[in-house]
């Protein structure tokens, strides 16, 4: 391999795949039961009035708000339905909440997961946040069919074998 170098780094395995580069189901039954928290976010980018009539409860369609965020936990329940090799887990907390930018003309989305088991769900709370902004979109379409949906992405996470992940320059999300 003339003009190529070797990483020197071992390539993490993906879990995913047996030895034979297959797919396969992750096998967690000899992993310990922890408790697991799992946050993420995303945003939907909105006309300015747009985000004034979804804050101010205005749409035809009804409360978006509370519409997203039934979606979201709705979602995350069914997680493994939707992601082929995701496991069926039991959740025992799932919030969705938002969060305005007013100068950004932005609705953030946060969901929170959470369950003791064998394997976390990052899964499950990026599901809900997807599926939130979905229904955020579905309810203000009328009045905003250029509205973006992003930035959806794992916040942080911790319990398991991997331990706990932050994302770097993550900002806080403003307390109730």
Known sequence: MAGKTKSRTPRARLT??????????????????????AIARGEVRMAPATLQAILGGE???GEALAAARIAGIMAAKRTHEMIPLCHQIALEVV??????DAANSTLQIQARAVTDARTGVEMEALVAVSAAALTIYDMAKAIDRAMEIGAIRLVSKYG????????????????R
């Open 59 to 61: 749409l035809k369609k």
């Open 160 to 175: 398991g074998r991997s331990g706990r992940y932050m994302r770097v320059g993550e900002p806080l999300w403003p307390t």
């Open 16 to 37: 995913h795949l047996d030895e034979r580069g297959q797919i396969q189901m992750v096998d967690v039954g000899d992993k310990p039961v922890t408790r697991r928290e």
């Open 95 to 100: 919030e969705v909440d938002f969060n305005h």
